[in-house]
């Protein structure tokens, strides 16, 4: 590095500029970059992802989540099925979207009928107020769905560095 300036014959003085100017940029304050959030089509193509060309009907599903959250970041949320889960009948998986956040699909929950309820709990991350579906897949290959808006007072994943 010594043998780069003294090749280049930098003086003092650019030396000491170039020193004020990495001082100067590093008093700049953080910016936070957010990931870009999803959108309602992004979410639509998640679920013909899951779904194919199968009809998601409303129904069976409960989707119990605060209507109002104060903090995004720990988001509690319940989705169980209104389903029995015995050999022949029983709920295959549960799958959990959002309208907002980077990636739609939030959770995906797979069950036998071994499990006996076709209940989760979990907590999730919301980056903004925005629509929550979960759907759920049976064994005779039928989709059932429920949807819940989610206002949402403080986004998640907006903290400023310090």
């Known amino acids: 590095m010594i043998g780069m300036f003294e090749s280049s014959h930098i003086s003092r003085r650019h030396l000491l500029q170039l020193a004020g100017t990495l001082t100067a940029a590093g008093a700049l304050p953080l910016v936070t970059v ?13 679920i013909r992802n899951l779904v194919g060309e199968a009809n998601v009907t409303v129904g069976k599903v409960r989707l119990d989540i605060p209507p109002l959250v104060e903090n995004g970041n720990t988001v509690p949320m319940t989705v169980s099925v209104d389903h029995p889960m015995t050999p022949n009948s029983y709920v295959k998986s549960i799958h959990v979207f959002n309208e907002k956040n980077p990636q739609p699909n939030v959770a995906n929950f797979h069950l036998t009928a071994s499990a006996g309820r076709a209940q989760v ?22 989709f059932w769905s429920a949807s819940v808006d989610v206002i949402v007072t403080l986004a998640a994943c907006t903290e400023e560095m310090p």
């Not at 709990?121 to 039928?142: F, P, Y």
Request: hydrophobic residues 45%; without cysteine; glycine residues 2%.
């Open 121 to 142: 709990t979990t907590r999730i991350r919301l980056a903004d107020t925005q629509k929550v579906v979960a759907i759920a897949r049976l064994s005779d290959g039928s």
């Open 34 to 46: 957010r990931p870009a959030q999803a959108t309602p089509a992004m979410l639509a193509s998640a």
